[in-house]
């Protein structure tokens, strides 16, 4: 493929008939959630306004990038005089044009327009670039057009941060619904902002975006712009976390799946280390069984490569609509490095990359188990009567939807007495688990109206 030569577009016919070609190819493909799409007519009604003067201070760019003939890139951003900051709505390269650059080419020349808006602006240089990228930690009922986890190495790698908020984009129009399975990430252009941009910018930046890219005139009226604008209004700066770490990919450790002998024979010496016998750690014969179940992961864990032995494991299931966590452990060299979150990252992506609508995963902590780890990474303990099935071992029972945790999560009557059901199928292999002593004590104690919440401790 040759170069791509970028153009942006205006409202002129040729233009128009340029952007309808792309949308209905490209952008069409590309976006399978219907509630991110823009409409065509937005788009083209956005163009007519910013040659009308509308956008004032601010600006609205659509960039297509073509080679041979045909769109292999484009990009929509917004400039918000206001904050000085940028937003890219999209930046999107086609599949066969990937890999050769293209996107960091993309990127460099959008950034550059929102640069010289800003200058324009305010005589100075721009303070920030934000964009919108679907969370490789939380569940979406669509599946992706890329790897949610090669997205975000992908905008690591040219600088960007999540910026820890719960951001949510609200309605596009009266026929969509708000979009929760999205970060905002951002790349701070000034050097005192290198770890934390200011609240109070964030917070103008989603406002405005709302009020000029989105249409909507009064973003106080919006439910969703109101609880993020809650949000960031208790605190001072809004931190970014480093997306190769935020889905443990950092390099800090090295996960292998214990498939092969030699390395089931690691798990199995770490897991010894790591655990007990007793009532509430299975036998090795368990894990051994347990080789041959396709809903079942063993991983070792490396500080590094070259390490010869592991000193950390991860034993899950992938349920239906669920996780279950059975023994996670990060022993000798591997303790208190700051490895369980990540380690935790690695395995919600994994689940996610299997089941993209799932609501969350549960572990069984045994009596005397420190607990504080887990409520540090979002997990909380579901106020239930729960027993290990085999043997009948009373144990707290801990429940994480994916991805960042900002209020407790919301786990029905109907939907966690479904996913006891999956565990004690798949887990401890019971015949009839809604006739199981587990399952019936904990639906005696639950609220009777399927759709109720299971109480929290």
């Known amino acids: 493929m040759t170069v791509p030569a970028f153009r942006e577009l205006t409202d002129d016919p040729a233009d128009l008939a340029a952007l309808r070609a792309f949308y209905d190819t490209l952008y069409v493909a590309e976006f399978p959630d219907p509630d991110e799409r823009e409409s065509l007519a937005n788009m083209a009604g956005y163009l007519r306004r910013k040659r009308q003067g509308w956008y004032g201070r601010n600006n609205y760019h659509i960039v297509l990038g073509e080679a041979d003939g045909a769109v292999v890139a484009a990009s929509i951003s917004d400039y918000l005089a206001e904050p000085n900051t940028g937003v890219i709505e999209f930046l999107l390269i086609a599949p066969a044009g990937r890999g050769a650059g293209t996107g960091r080419k993309l990127l460099a020349h959008t950034e550059a327009l929102l640069d010289a808006d800003a200058r324009r602006a305010h005589d100075r240089p721009l303070d920030a670039v934000l964009a919108e990228m679907n969370d490789p930690l939380v569940s979406s009922a669509v599946?992706?057009?890329?790897?949610?986890?090669?997205?975000?190495?992908?905008?690591?790698?040219?600088?960007?941060?999540?910026?820890?908020?719960?951001?949510?984009?609200?309605?596009?129009?009266?026929?969509?619904?708000?979009?929760?399975?999205?970060?905002?990430?951002?790349?701070?252009?000034?050097?005192?902002?290198?770890?934390?941009?200011?609240?109070?910018?964030?917070?103008?930046?989603?406002?405005?975006?709302?009020?000029?890219?989105?249409?909507?005139?009064?973003?106080?009226?919006?439910?969703?712009?109101?609880?993020?604008?809650?949000?960031?209004?208790?605190?001072?700066?809004?931190?970014?976390?480093?997306?190769?770490?935020?889905?443990?990919?950092?390099?800090?450790?090295?996960?292998?799946?214990?498939?092969?002998?030699?390395?089931?024979?690691?798990?199995?010496?770490?897991?010894?280390?790591?655990?007990?016998?007793?009532?509430?750690?299975?036998?090795?014969?368990?894990?051994?069984?347990?080789?041959?179940?396709?809903?079942?992961?063993?991983?070792?864990?490396?500080?590094?490569?070259?390490?010869?032995?592991?000193?950390?494991?991860?034993?899950?299931?992938?349920?239906?609509?669920?996780?279950?966590?059975?023994?996670?452990?990060?022993?000798?060299?591997?303790?208190?490095?700051?490895?369980?979150?990540?380690?935790i990252a690695r395995m919600e992506t994994a689940l996610l990359a299997e089941r993209t609508g799932i609501r969350g995963w549960y572990a069984e902590l045994a009596p005397g188990t420190d607990i504080a780890p887990y409520l540090a990474i979002g997990c909380r303990e579901l106020d239930v009567d729960y027993h290990q099935p085999a043997p009948d071992v009373p144990m707290r029972l801990i429940f994480k939807a994916p991805g960042r945790s900002y209020a407790p999560p919301v786990l029905t009557t109907a939907d966690h007495l479904t996913d006891i059901e999956h565990i004690l199928a798949m887990v401890y292999g019971i015949a009839e688990p809604r006739e199981h002593p587990t399952r019936r004590r904990l639906a005696a104690g639950l609220p009777p109206a399927p759709t109720a919440a299971v109480p929290l401790r």
């Open 143 to 343: 599946t992706d057009n890329l790897d949610p986890v090669t997205r975000a190495l992908i905008w690591h790698r040219w600088g960007y941060r999540g910026l820890d908020f719960p951001y949510v984009q609200p309605a596009l129009s009266a026929d969509q619904d708000p979009v929760t399975n999205l970060i905002l990430i951002g790349k701070p252009l000034r050097p005192d902002w290198s770890a934390a941009i200011p609240a109070p910018v964030v917070a103008s930046s989603v406002h405005e975006y709302l009020r000029w890219a989105m249409r909507i005139d009064d973003p106080g009226a919006s439910a969703e712009f109101r609880a993020m604008a809650a949000t960031l209004a208790r605190t001072d700066r809004v931190r970014g976390l480093p997306l190769d770490r935020y889905v443990g990919r950092d390099g800090a450790f090295e996960i292998r799946p214990a498939t092969d002998d030699a390395e089931f024979d690691a798990a199995m010496t770490v897991y010894r280390k790591a655990f007990a016998p007793g009532p509430a750690t299975v036998p090795e014969s368990a894990f051994r069984r347990a080789r041959s179940d396709p809903d079942h992961r063993l991983w070792t864990v490396r500080r590094t490569p070259a390490d010869p032995v592991p000193a950390g494991l991860a034993s899950f299931f992938v349920l239906p609509a669920a996780g279950f966590a059975g023994y996670l452990a990060l022993t000798g060299p591997l303790r208190h490095t700051g490895l369980f979150r990540p380690l």
